[in-house]
Nanobody, 114 residues
């Protein structure tokens, strides 16, 4: 069974940075298209960044130029570097396979104060 453990969230002021990590067990990140998702209170979960097995990345417009997704195959870990954070980035962040997601992990809370 594939499991995800997200970490690295916290409280940060607007303009600050955080680096999220997602350790994957029971599966191999190098063969999946992996994504970082977020869910703000009262909103649907949205995909904000993804990385294909070949390394190509893409981002939702609201985070382009500020967020960077990466992957360490040896550690079976996916990262999300978040810079220039805004209050609207406040959400619980999750990682999962981009297509046909597995069971969701607990996520990591990111709170950006103005």
């Amino acid at each position: 069974q594939v499991r995800f453990v997200e970490s690295g969230g916290g409280l940060v002021q607007a303009g600050g940075s955080l680096r999220l990590s997602c350790v994957v067990s029971g599966g191999t990140v190098s063969i999946y298209a992996m994504g970082w998702y977020r869910q703000a209170p009262g909103k649907q979960r949205e995909l904000v960044a993804h990385i294909y097995s070949g390394g190509t990345t893409d981002y939702v417009d609201s985070v382009k130029g500020r967020f960077t997704i990466s992957r360490d195959n040896a550690k079976n870990t996916v990262y999300l570097q978040m810079n220039s954070l805004k209050p609207e980035d406040t959400a619980v962040y999750y990682c999962n396979r981009k297509i046909s997601p597995f069971t969701w992990g607990q996520g990591t809370q990111v709170t950006v104060s103005s």
